[in-house]
């Protein structure tokens, strides 16, 4: 299952920008299968993204700010779920897929 990574590539924040990084970076690292999905090239993306948020994970004003993490249309959660998954080494769980094994070298 690709893991949708939903960005915005063209966003003035400097904070969103490097979570997005950190987020894309660990993700790649892993070989953790994912797309990221830019909602500033798409209002249909963005719209998408804010739909399959549940509300009670949406913030009391504004709107969600990316990167916000899925599992198809089922939502993980943001960088700070993501980030709190990791610390706690639950990443995978967090993603909906089951742990990787490591693969043993060959003596």
């Known amino acids: 299952m690709v893991i949708?990574?939903?960005?915005?590539?063209s966003s003035g924040f400097v904070a969103i920008k490097k979570k997005q990084q950190d987020v894309v970076r660990f993700l790649e690292a892993n070989k953790i299968e994912f797309e990221e999905v830019d909602i500033t090239m798409s209002e249909e993306q963005r719209q998408r993204m804010y739909k399959n948020i549940p509300p009670e994970k949406k913030p009391t004003q504004g709107n969600p700010l990316p990167p916000q993490i899925f599992n198809g249309d089922r939502y993980?959660?943001?960088?700070?779920?993501?980030?709190e998954s990791k610390e706690s080494n639950t990443v995978y769980s967090f993603l909906g897929l089951k742990p990787q094994l490591a693969s043993k070298a060959e003596p």
């Open 4 to 9: 949708p990574v939903f960005i915005a590539s």
């Open 76 to 83: 993980c959660g943001d960088c700070d779920s993501f980030f």
